[in-house]
């Protein structure tokens, strides 16, 4: 299983990324899809995610700014992210949860500037 993220960067706060992993080694429309981050000093917590039917999940800190989607032909799970907080600021992971094992994507970072 191998997931690589992409997307990351500076910003301003206010301003959006939009965040894209390629997943492969997996039947991809099967599995739910996970964004998670690990800010500084901070344990990583989950950001959205999106199940095998399109339902999608947000944590509070990013509902009506963040949407999550997918792409079953092309295997990405994507991030839009808007109105981006200084807080934002942290390494993003693409997760699944695979036969009893969370698999990672490498992360990207994101920072956001005042």
């Known amino acids: 299983v191998q997931l690589q993220a992409s997307g990351g960067g500076l910003v301003q706060a206010g301003g959006s990324l939009r965040l894209s992993c390629d997943v492969s080694g997996i039947n991809f429309r099967l599995y739910t899809m996970s964004w998670y981050r690990q800010a500084p000093g901070k344990q990583r917590e989950l950001v959205a995610d999106?199940?095998?039917?399109?339902?999608?999940n947000y944590a509070d800190f990013v509902t009506g700014r963040f949407t999550i989607s997918r792409d079953n032909v092309r295997r990405t799970v994507a991030l839009q992210m808007n109105a981006l907080k200084i807080e934002d600021t942290a390494v993003y992971y693409c997760?699944?949860?695979?036969?009893?094992?969370?698999?990672w994507g490498q992360g990207t970072l994101v920072t956001v500037s005042s």
């Open positions: 997760s699944v949860q695979y036969k009893g094992r969370r698999y």
């Open positions: 999106i199940s095998d039917n399109g339902t999608r």
